[in-house]
């Protein structure tokens, strides 16, 4: 079965401190896997694929195949980092399946 | 500018009415998707097409409907309006699942 699970609902970390939402997949091909962003009042936003293995707000994600993973990564929080956060996987049929989310909130 | 824009924002509407949500793309994409969502909560898919005269349910059982007479345009028809379908309502399009999806801003949809 084609799955994605983000198991933090909430996220809470303490601004310059290192972030790591996570994010396991379930997909039997070669997946392709994709961070979507959404601020508060704001549209729902791509924020990386894997496929381009770009840096995009400091952020990063690597695709491990072996853990099924695609962990979203940042050395040093920043207060704007703090959005709701969606992984995505383009399965079959062109459609994304998506996590739940996870809240991310930086404190000061 | 190329995007994808969806009308009205907010929309107060009463029990029973008929109402109908606007998605128009200028990208040229032939996929275009309906999500319902709750603030803060995961997607669910309601509707999707591959193309002109195309249109599939989704996994969310909804009661709305959908057509796809032109590319650039998926509107989202309710029949008739009740408490349970308020939500938020975003429409999206993608070119090819390798690049994933574009979302417009959404309609915030209160029914009284």
């Known amino acids: 079965a084609q799955r994605v699970t983000q198991p933090e609902k909430l996220l809470s970390v303490f601004k310059g401190a290192p972030v790591e939402l996570k994010c396991n997949y379930s997909?039997?091909?070669?997946?392709?896997l994709f961070w979507y962003v959404q601020y508060s009042r704001q549209r729902l936003q791509l924020l990386l694929r894997h496929i381009s293995r770009e840096s995009i707000k400091g952020f990063t994600a690597d695709l491990n195949k072996g853990e099924t993973s695609f962990h979203l990564k940042k050395p040093f929080a920043q207060e704007e980092d703090s959005a709701m956060y969606y992984c995505?996987?383009?399965?079959?049929?062109?459609?994304?399946?998506w996590g739940a989310g996870t809240k991310l909130i930086i404190k000061p | 500018e190329a995007d994808i824009y969806q009308t009205p924002r907010y929309l107060v509407i009463g029990t029973g009415k008929k109402i109908t949500l606007e998605c128009s793309q200028t990208?040229?994409?032939?996929?275009m998707y309906w999500y319902q969502q709750d603030p803060g909560m995961e997607l669910h898919l309601i509707h999707y097409s591959y193309g002109v005269n195309s249109t599939e349910k989704g996994d969310l059982s909804s009661e709305s409907t959908v057509s796809r007479i032109r590319t650039e345009h998926f509107p989202l028809t309710l029949e008739s309006a009740r408490p349970s379908h308020t939500s938020q309502y975003l429409c999206?399009?993608?070119?090819?699942?390798?690049?994933?999806?574009?979302f417009g801003s959404g309609t915030r949809l209160t029914v009284v």
């Open positions: 999206a399009s993608s070119e090819s699942g390798t690049y994933g999806y574009t």
């Open positions: 997909y039997s091909g070669s997946p392709e």
């Open positions: 995505a996987l383009s399965g079959s049929n062109y459609q994304l399946i």
């Open positions: 990208m040229g994409h032939d996929k």
